[in-house]
């Protein structure tokens, strides 16, 4: 029985992975109902798991459970977005400095690299592939700044507006995309300088103008 229980739990951290991952691409977009039967149809597993599996990413914040109606995407409130971008800001500034400790031409050429890439996604048009490298931008990021707890938190907050960034990015005019991809070169610039207040100040700003984009596309926030 408890054999059984584990490969049981084990199913459902698969189920909760996948779902997780198909809400940070934009696959399943904000407010659409994940409903267990179908979930678990497409995954080729019972509906346990996937009720085992959306608990768990309702407890991340990540979907909205209510009684007699389900799940749905988590939506997400004006005041919801203040909060996690205002502590955004404050562990994105801590990354920073972190970062700026262990700096290195390999690092800021590793960067650089990121964003030329993310740079041609922007001015092909490819929003999917622009979102990834922006997602991996910051992942290398937390990465650097070589703090495990930092880089789980930091991961959960993003996670949890992936959503409604990739919806917002979608919405760019094509010039704003390739502005927006270009701005991560102000980032990189910024940590090389070496001046932590610079660096904090300008993730302080890359964050709000994500927060402010997010909010313009208003099919995604609860007003």
Known sequence: ????????????????NEVREAIHDGSLSPGERLVERTLAARLGVSHIPVREALAKLA???LVERTPRRGARVAALSQEELAEISTLRI?????????AQAMWSDKIEGRLRKIVDSMIAAAEA???DRMFALDRRFHEELWEIADH????????QLRGRINGFL????GALTPDDLVAHAMSHNDLIAALASGDPEQASKAMASHIEIAA?????VGTTIEK
């Open 166 to 169: 990739r919806a917002a990015n």
């Open 90 to 98: 404050v562990l994105e500034q801590f990354v920073c400095h972190r």
């Open 148 to 155: 495990k707890l930092l880089l789980s938190i930091a991961s």
């Open 212 to 216: 402010d984009r997010i909010d313009t």
């Open 125 to 127: 048009g490819d929003v």
């Open 59 to 61: 407890e991340e914040g």
């Open 1 to 16: 029985m408890v054999l059984n229980n584990l490969v049981d739990q084990n199913i459902s951290e698969k189920v909760a």
